[in-house]
């Protein structure tokens, strides 16, 4: 014989709907207390200073690069000497200047190779 005035709790009872943030017993937290946290963060470097003088230029740059707000890799060189006459300095983000100097590179070797005295 099944007794009808007794029934079983819900398995989840007073849990969260579907799709919704859950506010645990306790915790006093809101729905809106949340931090949003980059799914991609990036690797930048700041810190390139140059001065000119009577007699050319200095620039210099820190190696420090940060992957979003970890101050991570310690040894990212950010200064790029092309020639005699062009040096090439960047900040921002680290992939970026990598590109470029890929870039530079790559035509450097080209020019070498034409060997046409320019």
């Given at each position: 014989?099944?007794?009808?005035?007794?029934?079983?709790?819900?398995?989840?009872?007073?849990?969260p709907a579907p799709g919704a943030i859950?506010?645990?017993?306790?915790?006093?937290s809101k729905p809106n207390d949340?931090?949003?946290h980059s799914q991609s963060p990036v690797?930048?470097?700041t810190s390139v200073v140059a001065i000119a003088y009577k007699n050319g230029?200095?620039?210099?740059?820190?190696?420090?690069?940060?992957?979003?707000s970890l101050a991570r890799f310690r040894n990212c060189p950010r200064i790029l000497k092309i020639n005699d006459n062009i040096i090439l300095g960047a900040s921002g983000d680290?992939?970026?200047?990598?590109?470029?100097?890929?870039?530079v590179q790559q035509k450097i070797i080209d020019e070498e190779c034409l060997d046409d005295g320019l």
């Open positions: 014989m099944f007794d009808s005035s007794f029934s079983a709790p819900p398995l989840w009872h007073n849990g859950y506010n645990f017993p306790a915790t006093g949340y931090y949003t690797t930048t470097a230029i200095v620039m210099a740059g820190d190696l420090l690069a940060s992957y979003g680290y992939a970026d200047f990598q590109y470029i100097r890929d870039f």
